[in-house]
């Protein structure tokens, strides 16, 4: 007890206090270690103090009273440096879980950030930018160089204006283009920020974010499809159909209604009023409202009778589909004017059976002279192949000696023409010659296959060896057109066939391949037996031929229009003398394409050994 008075005598009060009853507060928080250590210290200087309060006179006692002190004190400041490394430790947790709830937030709702340091060129992309794209985050941040790499190559304008936002008054962007998918896709984005300008140390940077908009990009797309096939539809039937909102206000038309009311086609904007656009028709007040289905018949200033059908619509507008009636009006009064006159007939022919003999005499004189002037038709269409063909000799000739004349005078074989264009017009009126003389040929052949001056002389053939002479002929175009001719054929039974008309079927087939393959594009000709025949097939990978327009080949003068034929002139008779050169040999020949794949021609020989 003298101890403890002793200390309390020298130390101040208040902590003599504090050290005499240990109270010392420790936060719940803390490690229970710590607490137990600074306890325990205290209590030793406590101890110290109660049972040796004499040493305080001797000076080594005071030391090691003072050095005692100084370890409580270190002990405390130990505490609060670890304290103060757990906390620091705890709010770096914190932000990793803030940083992780943000990247899943924005990874979530697939949308990045975008960092562009202007100084140094360098762009940072968050973690959501790779995921958006399936790739890892880069350890590195990339350059401009490297985001156009996986930029689709028509939008790489937008990344160009990302990267000139700092020299744009707004300071600022907002565009979207495509990215490059891990699995080689575009996906679609949308960017959108501006520039952040920093101190003079930092400099400027460009900041923004990227939103995945694939689905959307992709849902108009769709939308736009359905739209248009909806219009195609619309316009492809044969009523004209209208459609008004609550306000009578146009939302859309297709063609024929724009026709049957005679309407200019820039008068019809969404909106315009059903006041506007009827105004010249004189029906526009008794159209029908729309408000419960309802029919009503109109003739119109020009003549033309319609029914139109109105319906509404969930909306409170209104459906109106328009038919032209205007034969069944036609027929309806003529069925009233005659009405009176048929009932007079019907009696003349009750009452009188002279009268219908009449009649069937002449319908029988009227048929007589109609079969006679079928003949008379026939015979001039016969006269006119048998004259064709019959002016072969005086067609052909001026030709030749045009052809010749000017691959005399294109080869200077008398010497210089002089000016270097006649050289060029000389070669013209040779390659015109000579097509001139290719069109007569077919026309003189269809002409001679007609009137039934064509024959064959029939002979066994070496079908592979006719392919190999076209495609010497035919060579040269190919070349020209980069196409590659492939002979399959290698040696097949011998046909029985004119080796001349053969030739020109095979010229004819090869020549439309050639003119409708694309450059780099083959076509191949081949053989095989098959009921007693063989079969030739040339199959070339060119534009193809569309369904509805197959019927029409193979008819004299008949050509499929398309925009590609317009580049190749033609009298449309090469199928037509092909079939007929295959038909006279007994044999057919069939077309078979699909367009946008190729066409293959096959037709039919009889063998050499059934001869």
């Known amino acids: 007890m003298n101890g403890l008075v002793a200390l309390r005598n020298i130390m101040p009060r208040k902590n003599l206090s504090d050290a005499g009853s240990a109270e010392i507060m420790v936060r719940a928080s803390e490690p229970s270690v710590w607490a137990q250590r600074l306890t325990f210290g205290v209590s030793t200087l406590a101890l110290i103090a109660a049972n040796g309060a004499l040493w305080w006179q001797d000076g080594f006692s005071r030391s090691l009273l003072f050095a005692a002190l100084a370890s409580a004190t270190s002990l405390g400041l130990g505490f609060a440096l670890i304290r103060a490394n757990e906390r620091k430790a705890e709010a770096l947790a914190q932000v990793t879980e803030n940083q992780q709830r943000f ?26 930018m790779f995921d958006m794209l399936g790739h890892r985050q880069a350890a590195k941040r990339l350059t401009p160089s490297e985001i156009k790499a996986i930029t689709h190559p028509d939008d790489l304008g937008a990344i160009d204006d990302i990267m000139s936002a700092p020299d744009k008054a707004s300071r600022s962007y907002d565009t979207s283009f495509r990215l490059r998918h891990d699995d080689g896709s575009w996906i679609w984005v949308h960017a959108k920020g501006q520039v952040w300008s920093g101190s003079r140390n930092v400099g400027d940077r460009v900041i923004g974010i990227t939103i995945d908009i694939t689905e959307q990009r992709n849902a108009e797309a769709s939308a736009q499809i359905a739209t248009d096939r909806l219009r195609d539809a619309i316009d492809s039937i044969g009523e004209a159909f209208v459609l008004f909102d609550a306000q009578d206000g146009l939302l ?9 009311f005679e309407i200019e086609e820039a008068a019809a904007t969404q909106g315009a009023t059903r006041t506007s656009l009827l105004a010249d028709s004189d029906i526009e007040g008794t159209w029908p409202s729309g408000v419960t289905e309802s029919v009503a018949e109109f003739h119109l200033p020009n003549g033309r009778w319609l029914q139109i059908s109105a319906r509404p619509t969930a909306d409170g507008g209104h459906v109106s589909v328009c038919t032209d009636i205007t034969a069944i009006k036609e027929q309806e009064e003529a069925l009233t004017t005659n009405q009176h006159a048929l009932q007079a007939t019907v009696v003349d ?5 002279s009268k219908l003999q009449d009649q069937a005499r002449q319908l029988v004189e009227l048929a007589e002279k109609y079969a006679s002037e079928k003949t008379r038709a026939e015979a001039a269409n ?7 063909a019959n002016m072969s000799h005086e067609l052909r000739t001026p030709l030749n000696a045009i052809i010749g004349f000017s691959e005399i005078m294109e080869t200077k074989l008398f010497g210089p023409l002089g000016a270097p264009k006649y050289e060029e017009y000389a ?12 069109v007569i040929n077919d026309i003189l052949d269809m002409s001679k296959i007609e009137a039934g001056h064509m024959t064959l002389e029939r002979e066994p053939l070496n079908v592979s060896e006719a392919v190999q002479e076209a495609f010497r002929l035919i060579a040269g175009r190919a070349d020209v057109a980069g196409v590659k001719l492939i002979n399959k054929i290698e040696t097949p039974p011998p046909a029985f066939a004119d080796k001349r008309a053969i030739k020109q079927v095979l010229l004819n087939l090869l020549s439309n391949a050639v003119k409708f393959t694309e450059s780099g594009d083959t076509i191949t ?19 193809g031929i569309p369904a509805d327009h197959l019927s029409k080949l193979g008819k004299p003068f008949e050509q499929v229009e398309s925009q590609h034929s317009k580049k190749h002139k033609g009298t449309g008779l090469g199928l037509a003398l092909s079939r007929s050169f295959v038909e006279m040999h007994g044999g057919v020949l069939v077309i078979e394409s699909e367009e946008g794949v190729g066409t293959t021609v096959s037709f039919t020989l009889p063998l050499a050994a059934q001869h």
């Open 382 to 388: 016969r006269s006119k192949s048998e004259f064709l």
């Open 427 to 438: 070669s013209d009126i040779k390659s015109s010659g000579e097509h001139l003389l290719d």
């Open 252 to 260: 859309a038309c297709n063609n024929k209604f724009l026709e049957f």
């Open 525 to 543: 000709v081949s053989a095989n037996l098959g009921d007693g025949m063989l079969r030739i097939s040339v199959r070339d990978t060119g534009i």
């Open 349 to 353: 022919l009750e009452t009188s059976k």
């Open 103 to 128: 990247d899943m937030a924005f990874a979530g709702a697939r949308c990045g950030i975008w960092d562009w340091d202007i100084s140094e060129n360098r762009i940072y992309w968050s973690k959501a």
